[in-house]
């Protein structure tokens, strides 16, 4: 056949596929693009139950300044807005300790009372290899209080069989003046490596649709390094070591971010094929620390605005202020696999410690500890090859934790032992090449820091949160169905819960630094799902569609901070070393809220309207080591809020009821290039 020869210009082709994939939008079709080459603007999962994707693999909206930015591609996720970056991530409406978020299997914890640096705001998504996503309380592995799932990035260890050089660097420049630039270089042999990770990203205050100016520029930078010794090919072992800082502006809170002090230290001891039954052992501890400063004045000027998102009294913001506070996690975890028959026995223990501490530097008394937490937790988890097409897998976990109280409010300290569990069954239907799971799981959640010390009341308004607050029981109900045929593949997931003692946040309604953390009674269900069709060698289209609902049964109204409804549309084009593609991402109003109730972050303080923003990109892949990319998010210039969002700080110009506007239309251009 005759090579087709053209090179059509990227821009205009960008725009053709955005309307074409807009005309599309009554067919209920998509699925997952996962390509190097294509930019992805759906769903990056073949697995209804998990996501497992490259954080490297480009997705539009792009690019992602934080895990939370990365996260809100995919289905299911949302953001807690507050301008720029360091936005909060949201599962099935579901924030904070309910949904874990791991690296190279340990946590990064913030230490803002507010959640102003929020774990995923220290992850650079571009540094790591693989992103999993588990959704539900369907594994036992990592860690305690998994009720709305498990995130885990991760870098996979470089091997080398003989002396070399490999990695990869991006070159990015977009509008509002960002500039991003990352590099991953590893070099060594047969005998272990060296890998190096570095990256930088700047950006000013964006506008909106309107052309308003947003507060929200950052400059953030991360480098990490890790020395691999591998004496043979079933043996590792790996020191790492990391820092990073940066700063953020924040149109939604009374201060903003001069610091985002990051330290990280591990070793990982890892030995596979171990024996006939006993197959392998993974070893690991770390040390992670977090110093934040917030202020009013490095990055604006002084105001008597309101202080919205900052637990801290009622302030005179008129006068330069700053907060200074940090956070120690340290951690580690072991765990053998063994095998025998048709049975994988995945079983071990894990422990964490972490201390909370301010500096009252304008009281004269320095660093004070005001709490420190303790986790020591055994698991299990066990499948078995029941049948050729059918698997069944189950799992234990028990935690014990115990917290120690320095503030002097309420007693000393708390321990409580935690029990969680699951089953699930996963059958293939025969030759058609489709499966089917359902699983029940239980998990119970012990208040997180930003639960226990930030609210100002506890339970029926009495002011010893510490002692009356009740860990979180859920139980929850996950089935799912994935198919992949020659051209047509469909996935879809669906849960339906019971939260007993769900923690909710009460604001007072004339007061927003006043809240009140509550338990009550809850039900949730909702769902994603997915399909894609290849309408030829060229051309593929896909959709995705995900909906969370909530209910607070004690008071027969509904959840607050759950997303609407959304889907997305998308259009793909691939030829030779070009492609391109088109998405139109539509969002429902949301008319389902509590007033003045939500959580540490977030509460509802109005109902939204929907809308639909146009998108494309194109790229082309120059040699196979280089590869060039543009495109342009929001298309039309449209002016719109998402629903879950901070309220808008007076500083800027907001009152404390409006939603911060997301950024119009931005423009972007990329370059890869790999060796």
């Known amino acids: 056949m005759k090579k087709v020869r053209f090179a059509p210009h990227p821009l205009a082709l960008s725009l053709l596929l955005a309307i074409a994939g807009s ?227 924040y149109a939604g809170r009374g201060m903003d971010g001069s610091q985002f002090k990051r330290e990280s230290l591990g070793l990982r001891f890892k030995k596979e094929n171990i024996g006939e039954v006993f197959d392998s052992l993974d070893m690991s501890v770390y040390y992670n620390y977090a110093n934040h400063i917030m202020d009013n004045y490095s990055m604006r000027s002084p105001d008597s605005g309101s202080m919205n998102g900052m637990p801290m009294g009622s302030m005179d913001m008129s006068m330069p202020m700053e907060k200074q506070v940090d956070r120690r996690t340290v951690g580690g975890r072991m765990m053998g696999t063994w095998l025998w028959s048709d049975f994988q026995l995945q079983s071990g223990v894990d422990m964490q410690t972490n201390t909370h501490r301010s500096n009252e530097d304008d009281e004269n008394k320095g660093w004070q500890e005001d709490a420190r937490f303790h986790d020591y937790g055994a698991f299990g988890e066990l499948t078995w090859n029941a049948t050729e097409l059918s698997k069944v897998i189950g799992g234990a976990r028990l935690d014990k934790v115990e917290v120690d109280n320095y503030t002097g409010i309420g007693s ?10 699951f089953l699930r069954l996963e059958h ?153 593609t088109g998405l139109l991402r539509m969002v429902s109003p949301q008319h389902r809220v509590a007033m003045n109730e939500g959580n540490v972050v977030g509460k509802d303080f109005d109902q939204s309207a929907g809308f639909a923003i146009l998108s494309a990109n194109a790229a082309y892949k120059v040699n196979k080591y280089l590869k060039l990319s543009s495109g342009i998010d929001n298309l039309l210039d449209k002016d719109y809020s998402e629903h879950l969002n901070l309220a808008g700080n007076s500083s800027f110009g907001y009152s404390s009821d409006t939603p911060v506007n997301e950024p119009g239309r931005t423009v972007w251009a990329k370059m890869n290039v790999t060796f």
């Not at 579901?94 to 803002?112: H, I, K, Q, V, W």
């Not at 043996?235 to 820092?243: C, D, I, N, S, V």
């Open 23 to 249: 005309s599309l939008a009554a067919e209920p079709t998509t699925a997952p693009v996962d390509d190097q080459d294509v930019i992805t603007v759906t769903a990056p999962v073949l697995s209804p139950l998990e996501v497992v994707t490259s954080p490297k693999t480009p997705r539009q909206p792009v690019p992602a300044s934080d895990g939370s930015d990365y996260l809100k591609t995919i289905p299911g996720f949302s953001q807690i807005r507050n301008g720029g970056s360091n936005g909060d991530p949201v599962f099935r409406g579901m924030f904070g300790s309910r949904l874990r978020l791991l690296t190279n299997d340990s946590e990064m914890l913030g230490a803002c009372p507010a959640r102003m640096d929020a774990p995923s705001s220290y992850i650079s998504p571009e540094s790591y290899d693989l992103l999993t996503v588990t959704k539900g309380p369907e594994t036992v592995l990592w860690g305690p209080g998994n009720s709305a799932g498990t995130v885990r990035f991760d870098r996979e260890p470089p091997r080398f069989d003989s002396a070399g050089v490999k990695g990869d660097a991006s070159f990015l420049a977009a509008s509002n003046d960002r500039f991003d630039e990352n590099a991953d270089v590893s070099f060594g042999n047969d005998q272990g490596y060296v890998r190096l990770n570095g990256n930088k990203s700047k950006s000013g205050d964006y506008k909106d649709g309107n052309g308003d100016r947003v507060a929200s520029k950052w400059d953030k930078w991360n480098t990490d390094v890790a020395i691999g010794w591998t004496p043979d090919a079933d043996t590792l072992l790996e020191l790492t070591a990391g820092q990073g800082n940066g700063d953020a502006s």
């Open 428 to 580: 293939n239907l025969g030759s058609t090449p489709a499966m089917v799971y359902a699983g029940l799981g239980y998990t119970e959640r012990f208040p997180d820091y930003w639960e226990l010390f930030s609210p100002t009341y506890g339970p029926d308004g009495m002011s010893d949160v510490f002692d009356n607050l009740k860990p979180e029981k859920t139980t929850q109900l996950d089935i799912g169905a994935q198919y992949k045929g020659e051209r047509t593949t469909g996935w879809i997931s669906a849960y339906l819960g019971r939260i007993n003692d769900y923690i909710l946040f009460i604001y007072d309604p004339d007061d927003s630094h006043v809240s009140q953390a509550d338990n009550v009674d809850a039900t949730i269900m909702g769902g994603e799902m997915g399909a894609s069709y290849q309408l030829s060698d060229q051309w593929k289209t896909d959709a995705t569609l995900n909906y969370s609902w909530g209910q607070n049964t004690d008071d027969h109204q509904p959840l607050p901070q759950m997303p609407p409804l959304e889907a997305r549309l998308g259009l793909t084009w691939e030829q030779g070393d070009w492609s391109s």
């Open 412 to 421: 000393d300290s708390r321990e409580d032992t935690l029990p969680a569990g």
